[in-house]
């Protein structure tokens, strides 16, 4: 038998890297869910991790350190919010830099 | 009021499965004020069979801003003596000002007052009690208390 396809309509899901169970600790919806502005889940509403390994919907974390109280810190464990991202880059930076010191100490030579 | 789901989530958590039997949703006709009843968890002859009422009025900007709470005086609902909860009901407690986190909820600052009680052992008032009560704000969130004192 011979099967000719006519037609397709390709489907996916997605969710983000997160545990399956897990909320966002300030408005309570899981991460594959929107904050309490947004409509549609995904890129236009990300999440964003901390350093500290604690993640909320960008959104709402926002809003949260904007506000005096906050004074910078992670609403879980009051470090300093930092991303992991910046973390990497501070590391990246302080990388070139120390290759760069020793380029110019070997070149001195 | 835009965590107003999670508002009502935790209303609704709140009212059947609440953190311990000693705390108890007795009213929320709306999602802004609650009244809680709270009891202490443990056998402390201070607190021991007595209730006391809690309010909360949730503002607009809650949970990223903290809660307005305070004991309110009621036939058999004494304001509670503590170093650190004035007469007319104002708690002075850090995550209540300073030190709140929007991962707090109703429910968990249910549990600080009810430690901060259980494991009190000072039958006193604050010792600017008098002073304060005269000129307090009636919304105690616009009192800057110096949370001074951390052995209580």
């Known amino acids: ?109 | 009021m835009s965590y107003q789901r999670r508002i009502m989530k935790e209303l609704e958590r709140l009212k059947t499965a609440p953190p311990n039997s000693h705390i108890t949703l007795v009213e929320a006709n709306d999602l802004e004020t609650w009244q809680i009843d709270l009891e202490v968890n443990n056998d402390n002859p201070l607190y021991t069979g007595k209730t006391f009422r809690l309010q909360f009025i949730i503002g607009p900007n809650y949970p990223v801003e903290s809660p307005q709470v305070q004991f309110m005086p009621l036939p058999a609902r004494p304001i509670p003596i503590h170093p650190h909860i004035y007469s007319n009901g104002h708690i002075c407690l850090d995550i209540l000002g300073d030190e709140w986190t929007p991962v707090q909820t109703v429910a968990s600052v249910c549990i600080s007052l009810q430690s901060m009680l259980g494991s009190n052992d000072r039958d006193e008032r604050p010792p600017d009690d008098e002073r304060y009560i005269k000129h307090a704000p009636k919304n105690p969130k616009q009192t800057r208390f110096v949370y001074h004192d951390d052995t209580v």
Not at chain 1, 68 to 89: H, I, N, V, W, Y
Not at chain 1, 91 to 99: F, K, M, P, S
Request: charged share 25%; net charge negative; aromatic share 8%.
């Open chain 1, 1 to 109: 038998m011979k099967v000719k396809i006519k037609q397709w309509n390709a489907v996916s899901v997605w969710q983000w890297d997160v545990p399956n169970d897990e909320v966002c600790g300030i408005c309570r919806v899981p991460f594959d869910g929107v904050c309490p502005v947004c409509k549609y889940p995904g890129d236009d509403c990300p999440l964003i991790i901390g350093k500290c390994a604690h993640s909320f919907h960008l959104h709402c974390l926002l809003k949260w350190l904007e506000t005096e109280t906050s004074k910078g810190l992670c609403p879980m464990c009051r470090q300093p919010f930092e991303t992991a991202d910046d973390a990497q880059q501070q590391q990246q930076v302080e990388e070139t830099q120390r290759l760069h010191h020793h380029h110019r100490r070997t070149s001195e030579v």
